[in-house]
């Protein structure tokens, strides 16, 4: 079964850091494109950071909020995703997905995991 | 890219069509517009791919069609499990948008 485990989520004091992990199963992680989605409470889904397969690459993208502050990469070793967050600001809330465009032809979100809370306050 | 979804919030009967909208401030290559549908408690689950295609598992009853800047997601006969939140997404650029979101609520 392909499925995604995101862990890592908690509470954090504006300025700190956290790491998110994904644990990916059911397929190879460096084959997909994955990206980082993030959700404030009663809101759209907001696109976060994308990390392309290696066949695509393996280049980054970032949104405008978050780039210089977060840090998409991948341990091949452990089929695992990481979102290193870095200077955290209250607005960085939200519960963030892993998610992955797998090999294919959808060129879509195909598969979401069920999502790690983050919240940022003093 | 800004996606524009209308309306905010439709009511309807179980049963009936629901139409709803998705306007891109840019043209988007059909190829990379997608709609997910969203039930409460629950992550974001892949709907239409390619502007018109059914992921696996979809029910033939969700349609999606447009081109260009003009889109549009179809449920022919709203079940009760169809009532939950809709978004629209673009992931043709670098930098991937999704819609505000269309709630479709039972009337």
């Known amino acids: 079964e392909v499925q995604l485990v995101e862990s890592g989520g908690g509470l954090a004091m504006p300025g700190g850091s956290l790491r998110l992990s994904c644990a990916a199963s059911?397929?190879?992680?460096?084959?997909?494109?994955m990206s980082w989605v993030r959700q404030a409470p009663g809101k759209a889904p907001e696109w976060v950071s994308q990390?392309?397969?290696?066949?695509?690459?393996?280049?980054?993208n970032y949104a405008a909020p978050v780039k210089g502050r977060f840090t998409i990469l991948r341990d091949d070793s452990k089929n695992t995703l990481y979102l290193q967050m870095n200077s955290l600001k209250t607005e960085d809330t939200a519960v963030y997905y892993c998610?992955?465009?797998?090999?294919?032809?959808?060129?879509?979100?195909?598969?979401w995991g069920q999502g790690t809370v983050v919240t940022v306050s003093s | 890219i800004v996606l524009t979804q209308s309306p905010g919030t439709l009511s309807l009967s179980p049963g009936e069509r629901a139409t709803l909208s998705c306007r891109a401030s840019?043209?988007?290559?059909?190829?990379?517009l997608a709609w997910y549908q969203q039930r409460p408690g629950q992550a974001p689950s892949l709907l239409i791919y390619g502007a018109s295609n059914r992921a696996t598992g979809i029910p033939d009853r969700f349609s999606g069609s447009g081109s260009g800047t003009d889109f549009t997601l179809t449920i022919a006969r709203l079940e009760p499990e169809d009532f939950a939140v809709y978004y629209c997404?673009?992931?043709?650029?670098?930098?991937?948008?999704f819609g505000q979101g269309t709630k479709l609520e039972i009337k």
């Open positions: 998610v992955a465009d797998l090999p294919g032809d959808t060129d879509a979100f195909d598969i």
């Open positions: 840019q043209t988007v290559s059909s190829s990379y």
């Open positions: 997404q673009q992931s043709g650029t670098s930098l991937v948008t």
């Open positions: 990390l392309k397969s290696k066949a695509g690459g393996g280049t980054t």
């Open positions: 059911g397929f190879t992680l460096s084959r997909a494109w």
